[in-house]
């Protein structure tokens, strides 16, 4: 059983940075695409960054050059997020689609606010 556990949510001020992590246990396959969605209040949820086995990676146009995805050996994931605007505020949700399945974590609040 796959099971993912985000850490790092908080308030933070405009233009301040935080560092999101996602903790995966369980046994994959090979071929996964690993990433990170969000969901502000009244809005869909939107992929923010994703990352597969192949070293493809795709991020939103509105968080290119300020957020940054990487993943370790255990394909644990991290977001580590700079210049966070108010428009960031949302729940972040890590992802895992692996062996035809789709794991969620339960989400991590941020609030950019002053």
């Known amino acids: 059983q796959v099971q993912l556990v985000e850490s790092g949510g908080a308030l933070v001020q405009p233009g301040g940075s935080l560092r999101l992590s996602c903790l995966v246990s369980?046994?994959?396959?090979?071929?996964?695409?690993m990433g990170w969605y969000r969901q502000a209040p009244g809005k869909q949820r939107e992929l923010v960054a994703n990352l597969n086995t192949l070293g493809t990676r795709n991020y939103a146009l509105s968080v290119m050059g300020r957020f940054t995805m990487s993943t370790d050996s255990s394909r644990n994931m991290y977001l580590q997020m700079n210049n966070l605007e108010p428009e960031d505020t949302a729940i972040y949700y890590c992802?895992?689609?692996?062996?035809?399945?789709?794991?969620w974590g339960q989400g991590t609040q941020v609030t950019v606010s002053s």
């Open positions: 992802n895992l689609q692996t062996g035809g399945k789709n794991y």
């Open positions: 369980g046994s994959t396959y090979f071929f996964a695409v």
